[in-house]
């Protein structure tokens, strides 16, 4: 790192010291105001209103004390105090990614590799070989998405078992591409009992010999393997919890919003609260009563939950709040085909979420579906006005029109829209309609906040995430998203619109007095570099409520 941290020994902080000897404040007055960290000769981004840049920063117990010019921030320096010079690096306020199913991915963290950023093929197989090095002899190794083939610069052929046994031949190697298919070397087939001899089912792909390639189409057939993947002991799980926020951290990522998903139980709550109840939860987890971690699967279920339990909008580490990312099944349907009944319950539902103080998050990735969403809607605000200050959130937003955007603005509601389509090849993502429409949003007046839909089908990086807005550009590098907006808006969007779709707009969000110390200090400039390079920047120091938490090497 370039900067340098320091205590003041300056004459200024003498001064402050005579000032006892002087005519005015009490000296204990002015003690209090002294900061325990000044940051100067920076380029900070605030994220205010007005998306102001200052050169220094100054911290007090977690907080911003204030915001200025150097010479403005050596007025609250003291003896004690702690100085750094940035020597002109950036600062953002911590990225807060508003859409992740985070506690899925803790679980196998620690046995994971992550493709996100790869760019080579032979790099992103060494890094198995490298992994493998990491863990105890016959510990599983797996890949749970975040790549396509595309991304693969030097060869973007698919895996096949001879090549996957080459890299890791002693053994199991499981690695999923989003929800679609999965690759296995023999020892993970050898695992799951999967042999040439096995009949069925279609899902398991075979060469014109008949031999199985360790290819498996769809949940039926890479279930019969990932069913075999030995569970974690509770220390393991909860060691495993720590390496996936260390690695956030270190993506500048210093809170998420956790809206449960596929597979995910209780059990995965119960980790990160047994860590926050240690005090080593090191960034902020905000997490959704879901139909997975609560007994939920039928409308009076739903709203018997509501009225169990209670949003905790004020809790700044660890907190559960809001419902969803489904908040009734069948409105999920596709086609959309919803019964009377169906619609009744989900009206239902929102009233009950409206009276007893639930934000609901819906996965809306379907211009049908959400304007057959917010028919339903408009019927409860017209009864419910309390709904208009709810913040109701449309996840995804995928083929929104602006007729929906406009109504949805009339009931409060806001936008998540999500980097998940960053993930699509190319062919995938020529259809407009495919992509979330940010830029319409944008600029229509809507409400937006940025997040990932990691781990499985998008990449947690929040770089990933800005620089696919800014650019357009997929993981493999070509432009695939039409709707782009300014950097400034795009940062604006995964840090303080964010905090106010958490809710936590008072204390999140922006570098402002008042708010929590929560900031990244960049490798390079943001506001700068290339838009094709924003997806590389990275943390050189992340700091949560004014504590070191990640640091470079």
Known sequence: MRF?????????????LLLGCTEGPEPEIMMDNMADWVLTN????????????????????????????????????????????????????????????????????YRLIRWDGVKSRAEALDMVKQRAAQLPEGEWLMVMGGFIF???????????????????????????????????????????GISNEIEGPAG???????????????????????????????????????LTIESLLSMGMTAVYDVGGNTVTPAFYESVGRIADAGDLNMRVYYSLNEQNSASSSAEEIMMEMRNNSPDREGLRFAQFG??????????ANPFVISDEDREHFKNIAITAVENGWQTNEHSSREVKISGMLDILEEVAETHP???????????????????IERAKALGMVFAVHSSRRQSAQVGSQN??????????????????????????????????IGWVVSGRNIAGDITQPFTVSREDALTAHTRTNAYILFRED?????????????????????SVPEEDIEDLYSVMTVVEGEVVYSAP
């Open 432 to 465: 407009p309609a495919s992509q979330p429409p940010a830029q319409i949003i944008n600029d229509l007046g809507g409400i937006w906040g940025l997040g990932s839909d990691a781990t499985t089908v998008g990449s947690p990086n929040p770089f990933h995430t």
């Open 42 to 109: 920076g380029q900070i981004l605030t994220v205010d209103a007005d998306f102001n840049t200052v050169e220094a920063m100054a911290v007090k117990d977690g907080l911003i004390l204030a915001t200025g010019s150097n010479e403005e921030m050596m007025e609250y320096a003291g003896l004690d105090s702690s100085v750094t010079d940035l020597d002109g690096q950036t600062i953002v306020p911590g990225l807060i990614d508003n859409h992740m199913h985070f506690v899925r991915g803790t679980k196998h963290w």
């Open 386 to 404: 309390a709904m208009l200050d709810m913040r109701f959130t449309i996840a995804h937003t995928n083929g929104i029109q602006p007729e929906s």
């Open 323 to 332: 419902y969803g990312e489904t908040v009734y099944r069948p409105m999920r």
């Open 507 to 527: 204390d999140l969000g922006s570098l402002e007095p008042g708010k929590q110390a929560d900031f990244v200090v960049l490798d390079r400039d943001y506001m």
């Open 150 to 192: 595309d991304q693969f610069q030097d060869n973007s052929e698919t895996f096949s078992v001879e090549e996957l046994d080459e890299v890791l031949p002693d053994r199991p190697l499981y690695i999923q591409e989003a929800y679609s298919r999965a690759f296995v070397n023999s020892a993970a087939l050898g695992a799951a």
């Open 204 to 242: 398991l792909i075979r060469n014109e010999q008949g031999e199985l390639t360790g290819e498996l189409r769809g949940r039926g057939a890479y279930g019969l393997v990932d069913q075999h993947i030995p569970e974690p002991s509770e220390l393991t799980w909860d060691n495993s919890v720590k």
């Open 4 to 16: 340098n941290n320091i205590k003041l020994t300056s004459t200024l902080a003498i001064f402050t």
